[in-house]
T-cell receptor
Framework: DAMVIQNPRYQVTQFGKPVTLSCSQTLNHNVMYWYQQKSSQAPKLLFHYYDKDFNNEADTPDNFQSRRPNTSFCFLDIRSPGLGDAAMYLC????????????FGPGTRLTVL | GENVEQHPSTLSVQEGDSAVIKCTYSDSASNYFPWYKQELGKGPQLIIDIRSNVGEKKDQRIAVTLNKTAKHFSLHITETQPEDSAVYFCAASKTGANSKLTFGKGITLSVRP
């Protein structure tokens, strides 16, 4: 089945230690999104790629970076995780920006010690 | 920007009863309204969506209605089952190269057996 895959499902890192979360998709969608979701809150968009074009949300901290080396993969890098960055990180895809149905992966739960 | 509000924040129904969840939005230019179901520890799953050119859409036990004049849309679940218990998010977006989904805060639906 075509799907959005996130690895790892659970990630523990130390305060200030860089961490990378990965997302892959077999849907061949052009757009990939990264969301942060804290407990009992709605997902908050961090940034998205439309093909190779990177679009950062205005309020996304510089501590968060992303890479999309090819259509299938997208990475979220947190350069210096703080305690406030502990959250669920969700990857989503859509076929195109005009096709606004978004398909989410299962998420990576990040714990910062 | 768009503001999506979701009420109530929790809803408990008896198995077999109907559940209605309502969302309001602020931007009259929004024209796409999806509903997502999120089970504990999983990513959001798109369950139904509606575009502004229709007033109602139905898929088996689930329906969504849209009132553009009042700027609200509602999710209707009939014959609820315990497996319907989850967090439900509504969202809104509009057409545009960098259109994004604006989510409501979510509602926790509990279906009592």
């Amino acid at each position: 089945d075509a799907m959005v895959i996130q690895n790892p499902r659970y990630q523990v890192t130390q305060f200030g230690k860089p961490v990378t979360l990965s997302c892959s998709q077999t849907l061949n969608h052009n757009v990939m999104y990264w969301y942060q979701q804290k407990s009992s809150q709605a997902p908050k968009l961090l940034f998205h790629y439309y093909d190779k074009d990177f679009n950062n949300e205005a309020d996304t901290p510089d501590n968060f970076q992303s890479r999309r080396p090819n259509t299938s993969f997208c990475f979220l890098d947190i350069r210096s995780p703080g305690l406030g960055d502990a959250a669920m990180y969700l990857c989503a895809t859509s076929r195109d920006v005009a096709e606004r149905e978004q398909f989410f992966g299962p998420g990576t739960r990040l714990t910062v010690l | 920007g768009e503001n999506v509000e979701q009420h109530p924040s929790t809803l408990s129904v008896q198995e077999g009863d109907s559940a209605v969840i309502k969302c309001t939005y602020s931007d009259s230019a929004s024209n796409y309204f999806p509903w997502y179901k999120q089970e504990l520890g999983k990513g959001p799953q798109l369950i139904i969506d509606i575009r502004s050119n229709v007033g109602e859409k139905k898929d088996q036990r689930i329906a969504v209605t849209l009132n553009k004049t009042a700027k609200h849309f509602s999710l209707h679940i009939t014959e609820t089952q315990p497996e319907d218990s989850a967090v439900y998010f509504c969202a809104a977006s509009k057409t545009g190269a960098n259109s994004k989904l604006t989510f409501g805060k979510g509602i926790t639906l509990s279906v009592r057996p």
